[in-house]
């Protein structure tokens, strides 16, 4: 509020913010809010960098290229066969809950979960990929239309309506909540990985961080270079 004022406050962000985390922003760490970008200009882009886009073709292309002959084994459960897979490399990258890896010892973090509602209509819908419904009245918070990413022209739209939802471990965990008790229960799980130097965390449930796709692409480049260079 001491940067945008009550009345936009309360139009674009108390609403959506109290849907979308389950709970009062006042008792959200301020690191939320800060995501937001305020300009006092006409400039309507959601974040700062010079280029911006998405692959051609979707993020699948882009694994398939990398993976393009490796071994790959996929609807494996690695916790399950933990031990096996240990013993099959020095290193370990790992992008699931980090709690669950450590079999809960110290408590389970929190998360907040999503729902998705599927339709395919006729023509188009809402003209563009995104549209963020900030209102407290609306259950979902935004609206996907998929051609829309790749500017298609196709004569059917498919829609996704995403809605907040909690989190339990039948759940998908997809945000999560980094306030001070999580955030020091993480910091106690992640002694043990450093201690074993055998795990590479990656993404937001291992890092526990809420991360946009550009920073999680500069996190594992820079993860990359730390271990090629031994540094």
């Known amino acids: ?3 945008v004022g009550e009345e936009i406050y309360q139009i674009f962000i108390k609403g959506y913010t109290t849907k979308q985390w389950g709970r009062e922003p006042k008792h959200l760490p301020s ?9 006092l200009t006409y400039d309507d882009n959601y974040f700062n960098d010079k ?10 292309q882009i694994f398939e290229k990398m993976l393009s002959g490796i071994e790959t084994i996929t609807e494996v459960d690695f916790l399950k066969d933990k031990e096996y897979f240990e013993k099959k490399a020095n290193k370990i990258v790992f992008s699931g809950k980090i709690d669950e890896l450590f079999q809960y010892q110290y408590g389970q973090l929190e998360y907040r979960s999503l729902k998705f509602e599927n339709e395919i209509l006729d023509g188009d819908f809402q003209g563009n ?6 209102e407290k009245e609306v259950p979902y918070t935004r609206i996907t239309e998929h051609k829309h990413f790749e500017f298609g022209t196709q004569e059917k739209t498919f829609i996704t309506k995403e809605y907040p939802d909690s989190y339990d471990n039948t759940k998908v965990p997809y945000y999560p909540i ?7 229960m993480y910091n106690r799980y992640k002694l043990l990985t450093e201690k074993e130097n055998r795990y590479i965390l990656g993404g937001r449930l291992a890092e526990y ?3 946009d796709m550009h920073q999680i692409i500069a996190s594992a480049l820079t993860k990359v270079k730390k271990e090629l260079s031994g540094v």
Not at 31 to 39: C, D, E, G, V
Not at 51 to 60: D, E, F, K, L, V
Request: glycine letters at 8%; hydrophobic letters at 30%.
């Open 1 to 3: 509020m001491s940067q």
């Open 31 to 39: 690191s939320i809010i800060k995501r937001l970008p305020i300009r």
């Open 51 to 60: 280029y911006q886009g998405i692959p051609i073709g979707g993020y699948t």
């Open 129 to 134: 990929a995104v549209v963020n419904y900030t």
């Open 178 to 184: 980094s306030d001070e008790k999580n955030l020091d």
């Open 209 to 211: 961080k809420y991360y």
